[in-house]
C-alpha cells in the first residue's frame, strides 16, 4: 500500500507534466486561434492550463501527424515517469528501513552484550547498527563514545559478529 502512495503522486504530477510538453509543442508549431493567450496560459499556468487546451483546441484541430506526436510524447513520459517512480519506491523502502532502527544509549549496548543478546554490530565511523540474537535484520542504533574501540567496553569480535563499513 506504501507503494501506492509513493508512486500515484509521480504518475499524477507527471502525466500532467508530459501533456503540458505536448500540448506547448503542438500550440507552438501550429496555428491556433487566441494563439498569443494560449501560450501565456501554458506558460504561466502550465499543468493546469494543458487539459483545457487539449479539450478546447488540440482535439478539434489534431490531424493524425499530430497524434502520432502526442502519443510519442506519452510514451516517452510513461518511460521517464516509471522510472522515476520506481527510483522514488527504492528510495522510501531504504529510508524506510534505516528509520525502523531504535536508538539507544552505548551504555544499553555494553549491558545487551554481557548479557549475551547481541549477534552483529556494524560499525559505521561512530555509529553502530546493532542486530541482536534471533533477529534476522538489524533493530537497534547506538554511537560508541569517540576515541574508544567496542574492545575498551568488552565488547570482542569472539562473541559478537563485528563488521566495519566504510
Known sequence: MDILFTLLPVVVVGGFFFLW????????????????????????????SAP????LVYRKVAKAKDRQLLRSVAII?????????LVASFARTNKDA???????SFSK?????????????????DELIIT???????????????????????IDSRTVEINVRP
Open 21 to 48: 510538453i505536448a500540448m506547448l509543442i503542438h500550440e507552438i508549431t501550429h496555428n491556433v486561434q487566441n494563439k498569443m493567450l494560449w501560450v501565456i496560459l501554458l506558460i504561466v499556468a502550465n499543468v493546469i
Open 109 to 125: 549496548v555494553v549491558d545487551y552484550n554481557l548479557k549475551g543478546e547481541i549477534k552483529r554490530i556494524e560499525i559505521k565511523g
Open 52 to 55: 483545457f487546451y487539449y479539450f
Open 132 to 154: 541482536k540474537k534471533g533477529d534476522t535484520k538489524p533493530s537497534l542504533r547506538s554511537h560508541k563514545p569517540q576515541g574508544t574501540s567496542l574492545y575498551d567496553h568488552g
Open 77 to 85: 513520459g510513461s518511460i521517464v515517469i516509471i522510472a522515476v517512480a
Open 98 to 104: 534505516a528509520s525502523d532502527l531504535k536508538d539507544i
